[in-house]
């Protein structure tokens, strides 16, 4: 899981400002997916991303989130007026294909 | 809707004292069994992927086993650095949709020197 990389590691916010979470995938993989950890709660998936198309993003949230996997550049999640209940770890993982994901280190997003 | 549960959630290990962690799982389809370590403040680490009841997989202390609703992660003989949190996670098979893992809330391993 080493060659998934996120930044930043850590993101502090206020109420109402915007967080922008990065992952560059192993080189060479072509599917990334995003799964959000909240404290006390297991890891539950997001969005499934391939380069240019959203897959499947049943587990995002209907408002304030977005994620995109452009042609060229890291995948980034983006929330909207962050609120305090945003506060987790945001973990990317990657595949070459629909199989086993290896996950980067996360991003721990904290709203103030 | 697929559904994974762990057991213990906590377990506290005498370094040498063997144990097992139980995963306990409900999809309708399995397409894969996974078990991740996470240390504190870090990314699941991928350890293993089970297809089918019967199979086993080992690696160095750990040893992983699937039944048709249940998983097992055997630790024999732990150090203190295998003190960590495991997480279970199934995909199920879904035409198209092969991809979605869902967690565990994992069991938290203390090993004690």
């Known amino acids: 899981n080493a060659g998934v990389m996120q930044n930043p590691r850590h993101l502090v916010r206020r109420r109402g400002q915007e967080a922008r979470l990065r992952c560059s995938p192993v080189k060479g993989h072509s599917h990334v997916y995003w799964y959000r950890q909240l404290p006390e709660e297991g890891l539950k998936f997001m969005v499934y991303?391939?380069?240019?198309?959203?897959?499947?993003e049943s587990g995002m949230p209907k408002e304030r989130f977005s994620a995109e996997f452009p042609k060229e550049g890291p995948s980034i999640l983006r929330i909207q007026q962050v609120v305090r209940g945003d506060s987790a770890a945001y973990f990317c993982?990657?595949?070459?294909?629909?199989?086993?994901?290896?996950f980067g280190q996360g991003t721990r997003l904290t709203v103030v | 809707e697929d559904q994974v549960t762990q057991s213990p959630e906590a377990l506290r290990l005498q370094e040498g004292e063997s144990s097992s962690l139980n995963c306990s799982y409900t999809v309708s389809g399995l397409r894969g069994l996974f078990w991740y370590r996470q240390d504190p403040g870090k990314g699941p680490e991928f350890l293993f992927t089970?297809?089918?009841a019967g199979e086993e997989k080992e690696k160095e202390r750990l040893k992983a086993t699937l039944t048709k609703k249940e998983s097992f992660l055997h630790i024999t003989a732990p150090k203190p650095e295998d003190s960590a949190t495991y997480l279970c996670a199934v995909q199920a098979r879904r035409g198209g949709s092969n991809y979605k893992l869902t967690f565990g809330k994992g069991t938290l391993l203390t090993v004690n020197p």
């Open positions: 089970l297809y089918s």
């Open positions: 993982a990657s595949s070459p294909r629909d199989e086993s994901a290896f």
């Open positions: 991303l391939q380069k240019e198309n959203i897959i499947d």
